[in-house]
């Protein structure tokens, strides 16, 4: 039981953390302009997939240094030509407007590279085992995972705090108007900060890409959670964004590590049920069954109870 | 990028244009018309790949054995037209209709159980309003047992075994090996995985009552992220073996977690081969994947089978001929139709049951006339590099044969209560 | 006979307190003016009364009815229209529905889904009738968001008194104006609130002078006096705190 | 007078549509159409009228289809009896009611939180389709027989023209029931509510109040075309209610044209037939469609009846005809650019191999059909670029004397 734990905690912390890296470029956008981007998992995709190109022919590392930068190219100039113009239309044409994005996405996706899974491997240096517990392996690159995604916390942690640029946008987040009297060019910060944003999502997709597969149904896949932890967290909050990452990635990997289910429920309230039940498909439901929809469920009871999310203050 | 079937389609539909404007000129010829074949499966889309390579298998069995010799029934050619379903039993009905429009009488169709089991329905509801104007079905790869069984039909005819079959071979593979004491269950929540679950459960508890089953797990078809959760399950469970119903990038994501976890265990699949899923998990996957399937892989057991592959390899070098039993499908649907003289479906479907068919590797298969179901021999193969001859997805790895059963051994018993039409 | 009256109504955000106890009764019929000086709090009161804020202490009656802390539309239902500060118009509804929309709850056409507008004979000529008073008349089927922003500020009006409600509060509705607009501006406002009860914010002294009975003046969330004009002009400690400014800053001195 | 010859028109063509294209495969595709057309008017209450972003629509068509499939099939097991002609009904009960209960919770909020709750529902119910099997039969659905039913005036529905007939009397009654809401206090104040729901509230509407209203009303629509699917298909499967099905009513909606009554309803035209014929000729249709919505958000943000619509002056002033052969000396340049990137995107597919395009035939691996379509792209390019401060300015003229308007196309 107690390896079970250990390993799913494990689990838990690199989804988790994966997820913070797809969420804090998500937020960032998100409390800058207003935009919950629905195509940022797309960006994710999109990293691992010129990733995975560059690194046929340069290899992984280069790939890691490269891929981010093209995607964060890519979403300056998508801020650029394109949602700078939808802006203008207000927020449903936005969020219309990277949902359409997305689908775009996809599709371009399979143009260029098929629709089959690529073969996208971790470097040969990383492929040791890191260690080994109760018989399980925990391989260096997983290792490897959680070390980028701590770093790029902090980085952005101490960018956002300490430096000058990370107090013009504080600044711009909360007071817009004030921060472009003040001579600061916004537009720019804008578009400077969903490169950024849509690059850190790069990141994930290009570290993730060898262990999560690389296919194009991967940003659907991660799409729609990325959404939730936002939300949940809190729009606009890193902090809370960074908790909910941590949460959800748990909640599934415990969700899935535990066996119980409605069987043991109704054991423990006594009650039988025939399998003919007309009712048999919930009363046999375990939670590793439904552990990959429990974040949605999560979401509609926070939005529900809760419509700020954890942490945050803005609710539009 | 590469997926080419509209250039076939289009010099199709332009030599059928001007078939047809012979036709009108010179209606004496009418003999020659071409028999037409509906393809009905996804060409656009997340799985359009695997419908684009059967078109391409189809195309090729067509051109190949038929059109290059003269055509069938005295000269006629065969046309197969492609129709895009997007894999969506939606779309599948849009697509049906259009093939009742355009007269195409024989649909071929092999993927999602979903899409077949609502294209069988529809056409047993259109075949009892429209008398006279049935429709065939060819179903070449969905392997639902419910199509052979409770929802059996005489307008439909199965050329890949069913899951139950498939599972009790690999059940008998299973028992056969000693060291094998724990058994995990894994597989997407629904009615595929379900059948995997259940059927595998019941026969590994006959067969061998010393198994344990240590898990017993379903997860959402294609929503899990990662699994490295359920490895964790599977370690700490002790299991000796794995077995999958998992398609698609799901199998892929889940044998690699396996993998990459370091536990060395094999894992029993159905879809764990070609369309990308071979050359991914590469050298990881050297004696671990194991396959159940119909086709009989490396080595391959015949000159003619060879001959034939490579052929098929050279004009389309980006595909593997993944599922030979469409060739068989094609060949013991031309040999109904010469043996009826006729391309009436109702006569076809005659003319399929019970008919016995030695195919190109020298295997002998039986339509049995109760169900429509094909018998025929099943092998379990191991992803490897050593001895492949034909290798999947150009990557040097490929599938080599372990161990095969005869036709006369899959056979199960099925519940169909078939309703035949009367002429 | 008072019509509205505050009993130590206070208000805070956080811990700033923005209303401190304030205490005013408006009677029915006069035309009652809110002065005070940027941050005085006369908006968040015109918020607290018509329900947009919660009251963080006290009780506000309108018609011997508590009407704290219940949420708008209650309170615009018993009788109480109000403008905002900011134009706050339908922009993509035409003026004329504007104008239209105001007007349904009062006439009991609520929620329904049985009547059908283009019906409601009646109800269209009065609205046509109330945007000729407004001056709109030959706008009625523009959107009301590509007006000028002369005619926003009328429609706003136009909308805050079409549910012909007996109490109506005015935000600066002459903000922003141009001299000649704010002239129209306020002899529209004269007109419409004709045997109607008024209480108005503005930062123009000419326009609160010519039009209010009655003005109150609220520093730091504070009433410190309530008085007829005349005696507020007179008022040393108004004049200390507020009047002495503004007065040299003359007619087109507001800040919107 | 315009609008009886509006709606007179309207059934005219519903009706008269089976008798100019009779094929199977055309009343396949007005079937098609005319549950889109439904399922379409009712997502454009939400968000066109309502101002409410739903990524989850089709939870109330699936739903409303899942019931209506049963309910054909209590009717053939007769554990009830009435004729299949009212089953768009039952879909739209279901529809409804699913509308009532998350309507109770989901409508407090329009903007971000309602479009998460829709996402957050639409997801769950997605799952749940799976996990349901008695109800939702996996994922192969649940599938009935139309035929078993009481005789409707002798007509049986053993044909699809005959479920056309009662589709489009649906169609028509639905549409015209969905018009007739927007007149009403209801769905005025929806609108009001939508663009401004502070302001609404000062007038005496609770906002929550109006959205529940639109809200279950639009469920009660999807469900009808839910059940105008059942009949047609007479099965329903899981991806009837899941997120691609919610996310291409968003585009129909959308590209029709948000705002306008009539948007939708071209939307569902337009995107049907891409659906069934464009999907023939390529199998690019996906990204086709991708590229024309994208477009469509950044360069037509009020689609294809907003464009329609931007005509109206010119029209009222008689000025539209002055705007023909501008239009005609920019389009034709322009239509020809768009074809030479679409030749060149399927030249990029075709790797290798020659193709059909139009009327010509293309290879990718021909130096010389690349060197053409970059020098066709580029002269008519430039072309379009020229002539386009023509039409600028035909555009001003056809549009002047003071009103303010949307500007010129392009």
């Not at chain 2, 059996?152 to 090996?177: E, P």
């Not at chain 3, 500060?85 to 509804?93: A, G, K, W």
Request: one cysteine or more; proline letters at 4%.
């Amino acid at each position: 039981m107690l390896e079970v734990f250990v390993f799913s905690t494990l689990n838990g912390l690199v989804t988790g953390l994966l997820l913070f890296m797809l969420a804090s470029g998500l937020t960032l956008i998100f409390s800058m302009m207003g935009v919950l981007n629905f195509a940022h998992a797309s960006f994710y995709m999109l990293g691992a997939y010129f990733a995975y190109s560059i690194s046929l022919k340069l290899g992984f590392w280069a790939g890691l240094l490269i891929a981010p930068l093209l995607v964060g190219a890519f979403g300056a100039l998508v801020e650029r030509y394109a949602l700078r113009r939808v802006h203008a239309h207000g927020h449903v044409a936005e969020l219309v407007f990277t949902f359409g994005l997305a689908f775009l996405v996809e599709e371009a996706v399979q143009f260029f590279w098929g629709a089959d899974t690529k073969n996208y491997q971790s470097p040969d240096l990383l492929n040791f085992p890191l260690f080994t517990l109760f018989g399980q392996e925990f391989s260096a690159y997983r290792g490897f995972m959680i070390t980028i995604s701590v770093g790029i916390f902090l980085a952005l942690y101490y960018m956002l705090t300490r430096s000058r640029i990370g107090i013009i946008i504080q600044a711009a987040i909360t007071h817009p108007h004030t921060v472009a009297n003040l001579g600061h060019n916004v537009p720019l910060i804008f578009m400077a900060v969903f490169g950024v944003g849509t690059a850190l999502a790069g990141v994930a997709g290009v570290i993730a890409g060898p262990v999560l597969t690389t296919f194009p149904g991967m940003a659907v896949v991660l799409g729609s959670i990325v959404f939730v932890i936002v939300v949940i967290g809190g729009l606009g909050s890193l902090g809370g964004a960074f908790v909910a990452s941590l949460m959800i990635g748990l909640l599934q990997s415990y969700a899935i590590a535990s066996n119980l289910g409605m069987p043991d429920l109704l054991n423990w309230l006594g009650l039988e049920f025939s399998r003919d039940h007309p009712l048999n498909d919930l009363w046999t439901l375990t939670l590793p069954q439904i552990a990959p929809v429990l974040p949605f469920l999560l979401l509609v009871l926070v939005l529900i109870f809760r419509p700020t999310g954890l942490a945050g203050k803005r609710e539009e | 990028m590469k997926r080419l079937h509209r250039s076939i389609t289009f010099s199709i539909t332009l030599k059928s244009l001007l078939a047809g404007l012979v036709l009108s000129l010179f209606s004496s010829i009418s003999a020659q018309e071409p028999v037409r074949i509906a393809f009905i499966d996804p060409l656009s889309g997340t799985f359009a790949s695997i419908g684009t390579s059967g078109l391409k298998q189809l195309q090729y069995a067509a051109d190949e054995l038929f059109n290059s010799k003269g055509g069938i029934l005295g000269g006629r050619m065969i046309e197969i037209v492609p129709l895009d379903n997007k894999q969506s039993p939606t779309d599948t009905q849009i697509q049906f209709r259009r093939a009742v429009s355009e007269g195409l009488r024989i649909i071929f169709q092999g993927n999602s159980s979903a899409v077949a089991n609502t294209l069988n329905s529809t056409i047993s509801r259109h075949n009892r309003r429209n008398p006279g104007q049935e429709i065939l079905q060819i179903n070449y790869s969905a392997v639902d047992p419910i199509l052979t069984n409770e929802q059996c039909s005489f307008w439909h005819f199965r050329f890949d075994a069913h899951a139950v079959m498939k599972l009790n071979v690999l059940t008998d593979y299973i028992a056969m090996n000693p060291e094998i004491k724990k058994v995990y269950i894994i597989g997407q929540d629904y009615s595929f995985g379900q059948v995997v679950s259940d059927t595998s459960i019941e026969l590994l508890r006959e067969k061998r009552p010393d198994i344990e089953i240590v898990g017993n797990e379903f997860h959402p078809i294609g929503q899990v992220k990662d699994f490295t959760p359920y490895v964790t399950k599977i370690v700490s469970s002790d299991a000796d073996a794995v077995i999958t119903g998992n398609f698609g990038a799901d199998m892929v994501s889940l044998a690699r977690s396996i993998i990459d976890s370091g536990l060395d265990i094999p894992i029993y699949t159905f879809y764990a081969a070609y369309d990308g899923i071979t050359a991914t998990l590469g050298a990881d996957g050297i004696d671990k994947i194991y396959l159940v399937h119909n086709d009989a892989g490396n080595p391959l057991p015949s000159e003619e089978r060879l001959a034939y592959t490579k052929n098929f390899k050279r004009l389309n070098p980006n595909n593997d001929m993944t599922q030979f039993r469409i060739t068989n499908a094609l060949q013991m649907l031309v040999q109904a139709m010469e043996a009826s003289q006729s391309t009436d479906p109702f006569d076809i479907a005659l003319a399929l049951e019970d008919m016995r068919f030695t195919n190109m590797s020298g295997e002998e298969l039986w339509m049995r006339g109760e169900d429509h179901q094909i018998i025929q021999p099943l092998h379990i193969s191991v992803h490897t590099d050593q001895n492949i001859v034909v290798d999947a997805d150009n990557s040097g790895f490929g599938l080599y044969r372990d161990f095969s059963v005869l036709g006369d051994e899959t056979v199960v018993d099925h519940s169909c209560r078939m309703r035949r039409p009367r002429r | 006979m008072s019509i509205l009256s505050m009993h130590n109504v206070s208000k805070s955000f956080g811990k700033t307190e923005i209303i401190r106890g304030v205490n005013l009764d408006i009677q029915a019929g006069e035309r009652h003016a809110i002065i005070g000086p940027n941050g005085a709090g006369k908006s968040t009161l015109f918020h607290l009364i018509s329900g947009k804020y919660q009251l963080s202490s006290g009780r506000i009656t309108f018609r011997d009815q508590e009407i704290q802390n219940r949420p708008p539309y209650e309170i615009a239902r018993l009788g109480l229209a109000r403008s905002f500060q900011v134009t706050n118009i339908f922009p993509r509804l035409s003026v004329f529905e504007n104008v239209r929309c105001g007007m349904l709850w009062q006439q009991g056409l609520g929620y329904s889904f049985r009547h059908l507008l283009g019906r409601q004979t009646e109800l269209n000529a009065r609205a046509m009738h109330l945007l000729a008073e407004i001056n709109l008349a030959e706008r009625a089927d523009f959107p009301a968001g590509e007006l000028a922003y002369a005619q926003q500020r009328a429609l706003e009006l136009g909308v805050a008194i079409a549910s012909g409600a007996d109490l109506i509060m005015l935000d600066e509705p002459v903000a922003g104006m141009s001299l000649s607009e704010a002239e129209a501006a306020v002899s529209l406002i004269r007109k419409i609130t004709e045997g109607k009860t008024l209480v108005m914010v503005e930062h123009d002294m000419n326009i609160v002078f010519d039009i209010a009975d009655r003005i109150s003046v609220l520093v730091y969330g504070e009433i410190i006096a309530s008085d007829s004009p005349q005696a507020i002009r007179a008022n040393p400690k108004v004049q200390e705190a507020y009047l002495g400014e503004v007065a040299m800053t003359g007619v087109g001195g507001n800040n919107a | 007078m315009g609008k009886f010859a509006a709606w007179a028109g309207y059934l005219v063509v519903l009706l008269g549509l089976p008798q100019l294209f009779d094929s199977v495969l055309a009343i396949t595709i007005f079937n098609q159409m005319a549950i889109a057309i439904v399922f379409a008017l009712s997502y454009n209450m939400l968000l066109g009228q309502g101002g409410m972003l739903s990524f989850g629509h089709a939870v109330y068509f699936g739903l409303g289809g899942f019931m209506a499939v049963h309910a054909l099939v209590m009717i053939e097991f007769e554990t009830v009896y009435f004729s299949i002609t009212l089953i768009p009904l039952v879909g739209g009960l279901i529809g409804l009611i699913a509308a009532v209960f998350v309507g109770s919770f989901s409508t407090h909020k329009a903007g971000t939180v309602f479009a998460m709750i829709s996402l957050g529902i639409g997801e769950l119910m997605a799952a749940s389709s799976l996990i349901f099997v008695s109800f939702f039969g996996g994922e192969a659905g649940v599938s009935a027989d139309r035929t078993f039913g009481p005789p409707f005036f002798g007509i049986e529905f053993f044909q699809d023209v005959e479920i056309y007939y009662l589709s489009a009397g649906w169609v028509f009654v639905a549409t015209a029931f969905m018009y007739l809401f927007t007149q009403t206090p209801a769905g005025r104040m929806a609108n009001a509510v939508r663009d401004n729901p502070e302001r609404a509230e000062f007038i005496g509407y609770s906002a929550r109040r109006v959205r529940f209203i639109s809200f279950c009303t639009s469920g009660f629509f999807a469900g009808v075309a839910g059940g105008l699917f059942a009949l047609n298909y007479e099965f329903i499967t899981e991806e009837n209610l899941n997120a691609v099905t919610s996310g291409r009513v968003l585009l129909m909606a959308y590209i029709g044209g948000l705002g306008y009554f009539i948007g939708p309803i071209i939307g569902a035209v337009v995107l049907t037939l891409m659906n069934s014929l464009l999907s023939n000729y390529t199998e690019l249709w996906m990204l086709y469609l991708g590229m024309m919505f994208v477009l469509t958000v950044l360069f037509l943000p009020r689609g294809f009846a907003g464009f329609i619509m931007m005509h109206q002056t010119a029209w009222l002033r008689g000025k539209l005809s002055s705007l023909f052969l501008p239009y005609l000396i920019t389009g034709m340049p322009a239509i020809i650019f768009g074809g030479s990137i679409l030749a060149a995107i399927e030249m990029l597919h075709h790797e290798g191999e020659p193709f059909g395009f139009l009327f010509i035939n293309l290879d990718s691996g021909n130096t010389l059909h690349w060197l053409a379509l970059t020098a066709f792209a580029a002269a008519s390019y430039y072309a379009c670029r020229r002539s386009l401060g023509q039409l600028n300015a035909a555009w001003e003229e056809a549009n002047r004397v003071g009103d303010p308007t949307e500007g010129g196309p392009g």
